[in-house]
């Protein structure tokens, strides 16, 4: 890679415009970014009454829920509860538990 080139990036998700701001192609590495005071968020446990959420999204404030832009984490649990799996999608946040919803 040359000075000042881009990555091609691809897979199943599309890049948010944050990530592709903060990978800088001169070092070839990614920007450290905290998750900004503006940003809502929302959890859904689905049933589980253990206190550990099914997902978590992060939005601009004031984006409704049935509006693009939410970036949503899904996370799956083992028979004991424990994590096994994070997943992230981005998305509208009322659509996160439809099949056609893909998290990566």
């Known amino acids: 890679m040359a000075y000042g ?7 199943a998700v599309k890049p948010s415009n944050l990530e592709q701001e903060v990978f800088d192609p001169k070092i070839g590495a990614y ?40 970036l949503i984490q899904k996370f799956t649990y083992d028979v004991s509860g424990f994590m096994t799996l ?5 998305d509208i946040w009322d659509d996160r538990a439809d099949v056609g919803t893909t998290y990566a």
Do not use: C, F
Not at 60 to 68: K, P, Q, T, V, W
């Open 5 to 11: 080139d881009t990555v091609d990036q691809r897979g």
């Open 31 to 70: 920007k450290y970014v905290e998750i900004p005071s503006n940003l809502q968020m929302r959890g859904d446990y689905t049933g589980r009454t253990d206190g550990q959420p099914v997902y978590i999204g992060y939005a601009i404030r004031g984006l409704a829920s049935s509006a693009d832009g939410w």
């Open 86 to 90: 994070h997943q992230i999608s981005y």
